[in-house]
């Protein structure tokens, strides 16, 4: 293989792991593996119906462990994408399944769609910009038992955030 393509294949690959990642830390509500993933300049915007947008990665990581403590539980899973790589640019599209429980114990199921920009900082994929679209939301009754994710050992939270 040339190069060119092994080098391609490398930064799809960590583009792709940047976004299990970003799913990884809003499951275990984790701001600090949050923030890690982030250029400073960094933009999430949370289309219709919540409508939300937030700047800079210190605040999207607070604002993100305020958000997910309104739920008993969520859980996102990063489903499939397509990344363009350019250089020390790329965008992607990745679709995530979501499902939660508040508080108040109505439920909350959205399939989504993630477009984002991203930018290479020293050898690393960074979120620049991630605009979340809703296509389908959902209130279905979820009764059933909430024990939680589980917490995972330091040095592999280590290990995560650092790849």
Same mark, same amino acid.
């Not at 993100?64 to 965008?91: C, I, K, N, S, Y």
């Given at each position: 293989?040339?190069?060119? $393509? !092994?080098q391609? $294949?490398? #930064?799809e690959?960590?583009?792709?792991? $940047?976004?299990?990642k970003?799913s990884?830390?809003?499951?275990?509500k #984790? &701001?600090?593996?949050?923030?890690?993933?982030?250029? #400073?300049d960094?933009?999430? !915007?949370?289309?219709?119906?919540?409508?939300?947008?937030?700047?800079?990665?210190?605040?999207?990581?607070?604002? !993100?462990?305020?958000?997910?403590?309104?739920?008993?539980?969520? !859980?996102?899973?990063?489903? =499939?994408g397509?990344?363009l790589?350019? &250089?020390?640019?790329a965008?992607?599209r990745? @679709?995530?399944?979501?499902i939660?429980?508040?508080?108040? &114990?109505?439920?909350? @199921?959205?399939l989504?769609? @993630?477009e984002?920009?991203?930018?290479?900082?020293?050898?690393?994929?960074l979120?620049?910009?991630?605009?979340y679209?809703?296509?389908y939301?959902?209130?279905?009754?979820y009764?059933?038992?909430?024990? &939680?994710? =589980?917490?995972?050992?330091?040095?592999l939270?280590?290990?995560?955030?650092?790849?």
């Amino acid at each position: 293989m040339d190069e060119k $393509l !092994v080098q391609q $294949l490398m #930064d799809e690959m960590a583009i792709r792991s $940047l976004a299990d990642k970003f799913s990884d830390a809003a499951n275990r509500k #984790d &701001g600090a593996m949050f923030q890690s993933l982030w250029a #400073d300049d960094g933009e999430w !915007v949370i289309g219709e119906p919540i409508n939300r947008q937030f700047s800079g990665k210190a605040g999207m990581s607070e604002s !993100v462990v305020h958000m997910l403590g309104l739920w008993d539980f969520f !859980v996102q899973l990063t489903g =499939p994408g397509v990344v363009l790589v350019e &250089g020390d640019r790329a965008f992607a599209r990745f @679709y995530v399944n979501e499902i939660a429980r508040g508080h108040d &114990g109505k439920g909350n @199921y959205n399939l989504s769609m @993630y477009e984002d920009e991203l930018v290479k900082e020293d050898s690393q994929w960074l979120f620049l910009k991630r605009t979340y679209h809703t296509i389908y939301q959902d209130a279905p009754d979820y009764r059933g038992l909430v024990l &939680g994710v =589980p917490e995972i050992p330091t040095a592999l939270r280590m290990k995560a955030m650092n790849r």
